[in-house]
């Protein structure tokens, strides 16, 4: 370890975090009174449709890094390896499918909440099951962003890590984290969430460079940290083994985990309404591109960190040190050992977790209000003007806001409970995008076959999803790497008391396993999402076909045509051709954004009018 004493926080390393918080507040501010306000509904969720591509791709970027990302990823490394980069390949498979396959169907329908495409192309009903689903789901996996159960956990088990480790002040934190961020999507709409997420990704990136930046130099170079992870056995990129019960391989994470994250980026809210809010549909398709590139970094800031815990660490692991009770502290036990006479850098490092956080947590209650609105309240109430729309809108974020400083909460009481939850609706992921496939892809799909492959793929996720719950799979079947602890002083000072959670791993007895546990249930949960997609898809053709599903009309709008994907190489000329060709034919188009311009607001406000668009 590079040094005896380990540091604690200091007034600078405040400071440095009420500044993060400061700024955002002062972001959401500002959106609420530029270019006259939030006037309608359609400014507040969408931000009137005049995003350009940059500050949306890196607002993608921020929200899909949470506090876990920042903790967890370099804690996975150190544990695992470095195959964990193979995700770099299917982030590229996920940003192809979600850009050429369903972004150009949401796009020219105009729609404000995906579900809204699940009634426009099925009936009312999957709507409601789809929003419902939604607003319970979290998304596939604890790393991602989503919904209200998901968004407690994300407020709090950071706090709770970087509270053990450096004692920052644990419900100060969850509370001023959850406040600022109510107050800034409240006041600001969707044009102040995207751009504190760019203030943020900038946050994130700083406190990811300053500890590899530091590391390197007590480490006296970058070769003496890939050279002890090569011997160490953390460079472990290839593994090719087929077995789908591995947890993670070259296929379990290429295949899997392209299911499972185009679930999120795909057909998920909060990551879909922000590309639809571009002002063109090249401007949609380049916040997605654009984003892979900040996705790959953040993939290789978090690579480069935990080789380098494992690099400083090799010797003496300080969670089987018992110097940290779980993995996801060993980046603050990291942070303050190498910072300890820098202040205000450990500050830095927390305000880059928090980001993550605050970025995560934004999108949420900014895609939980316009789900709410669109689906919820909009087709029930027809009689409201846009002004009080827009106060509604504001109030759900108010709302939903207050529900996640509450879960946070409910999570402090029964953590493992939750994270359970958290698994087991993280299943909702691949029914759901099984659902958006079928309408997309399939002509033939009708309401009764989308229906019952929805709840067939349901079943079965949950089926699994509740067997791995109860029977953890074996310790083979997840591969940790070898920890030492023969460099270790254990004589030191901070120790806690809390038990070496490795044990109760080990301990579970081996005698009651079913037959079903070591096959069937140690699945790799990123085959998760993929087997509720099949599953629904499978199902959902057949029960079509069956009930007559060749025999109905399905408008061209609704399905991804072939001219969807031959736009993209005549991209100057048709973007114009298709502006003007739907002049028309707007009504029944949906908006297609008019307000192609650089001006603000206003414009977009005026000229909907003059179209007479339903807005």
Request: proline residues 4%; aromatic residues 12%; neutral net charge.
């Amino acid at each position: 370890s590079p040094s005896g004493t380990m540091g604690r926080f200091t007034v600078w390393d405040y400071v440095v975090f009420a500044a993060m918080l400061l700024v955002s507040a002062v972001i959401g501010i500002y959106y609420a009174f530029a270019g006259g306000g939030q006037k309608t509904s359609k400014e507040f969720l969408m931000g009137g449709r005049s995003m350009s591509a940059l500050p949306v791709a890196l607002s993608l970027t921020a929200s899909f890094m949470s506090a876990v990302t920042v903790l967890g990823t370099p804690a996975e490394i150190y544990r695992y390896g470095a195959i964990f980069c193979i995700f770099a390949i299917t982030y590229a498979l996920v940003v192809l499918c979600s850009a050429e396959i369903f972004l150009p169907v949401f796009y020219k329908l105009g729609i404000t909440s995906t579900y809204e495409y699940l009634e426009l192309r099925f009936n009312k009903y999957l709507r409601l099951c789809g929003t419902v689903l939604f607003i319970i789901q979290t998304a596939s996996k604890p790393q991602s962003c989503s919904m209200t159960l998901y968004t407690g956990i994300v407020i709090y088990a950071p706090a709770l890590a970087l509270n053990q480790v450096t004692g920052f002040d644990l419900w100060g934190a969850v509370v001023a984290t959850g406040v600022v961020c109510t107050f800034y999507c409240t006041l600001g709409g969707l044009k102040a969430v995207v751009w504190t997420d760019v203030f943020q990704v900038g946050i994130m990136v700083a406190g990811f460079s300053s500890v590899i930046i530091r590391a390197v130099v007590v480490q006296e170079g970058i070769g003496r940290i890939v050279n002890d992870s090569y011997y160490g056995g953390r460079l472990n990129f290839w593994d090719f083994n087929p077995n789908p019960l591995q947890r993670h391989t070259f296929w379990t994470i290429v295949i899997g985990g392209t299911f499972t994250w185009t679930g999120i980026y795909g057909v998920n809210q909060s990551q879909v309404q922000r590309y639809i809010a571009c002002k063109s549909r090249f401007h949609a398709k380049m916040s997605l591109y654009i984003n892979l590139v900040g996705l790959w970094a953040i993939l290789a800031c978090a690579a480069l960190c935990g080789l380098a815990l494992y690099s400083i660490y090799k010797d003496c692991d300080p969670w089987m040190a018992k110097q940290v009770s779980a993995l996801d502290q060993l980046m603050p036990y990291l942070v303050l050992d190498i910072f300890h006479d820098f202040p205000g850098l450990p500050g830095l490092f927390v305000a880059s977790a928090y980001s993550g956080t605050l970025s995560t947590v934004s999108s949420s209650i900014n895609a939980l209000a316009a789900v709410t609105v669109e689906d919820l309240i909009k087709p029930y109430f027809r009689s409201l003007s846009e002004k009080k729309l827009s106060w509604i809108s504001m109030g759900m974020s108010l709302f939903y806001g207050g529900v996640c400083i509450a879960m946070a909460a409910l999570a402090s009481l029964m953590g493992a409970l939750l994270q359970a939850a958290l698994s087991i609706f993280g299943m909702v992921g691949g029914p759901l995008l099984g659902l958006f496939a079928l309408g997309i892809l399939c002509s033939f799909a009708n309401g009764i076959g989308a229906f019952v492959g929805l709840v067939s793929g349901f079943v079965i996720s949950l089926w699994v999803g509740i067997g791995s719950q109860i029977y953890p799979p074996l310790p083979e079947r997840t591969k940790p790497l070898y920890l030492s602890t023969a460099g270790c002083n254990i004589s030191s000072g901070n120790l806690t008391s809390t038990e070496n959670p490795l044990t109760t791993v080990f301990t579970t007895p081996t005698a009651e396993r079913p037959a079903l546990a070591d096959n069937w249930y140690s699945l790799s949960y990123l085959y998760f999402s993929t087997l509720g997609t099949l599953v629904t898809v499978v199902v959902g053709i057949i029960i079509s076909l069956l009930t007559g599903g060749l025999k109905q009309n399905t408008d061209r709008k609704f399905l991804l045509t072939k001219e969807d994907f031959l736009s993209n190489f005549s991209r100057s000329k048709s973007e114009t051709e298709v502006l003007n060709w739907k002049r028309f034919t707007v009504a029944a188009e949906g908006t297609d954004n008019p307000a192609f311009s650089h001006i603000e607001m206003d414009v977009a406000s005026n000229n909907n009018k003059v179209n007479g668009l339903h807005i």
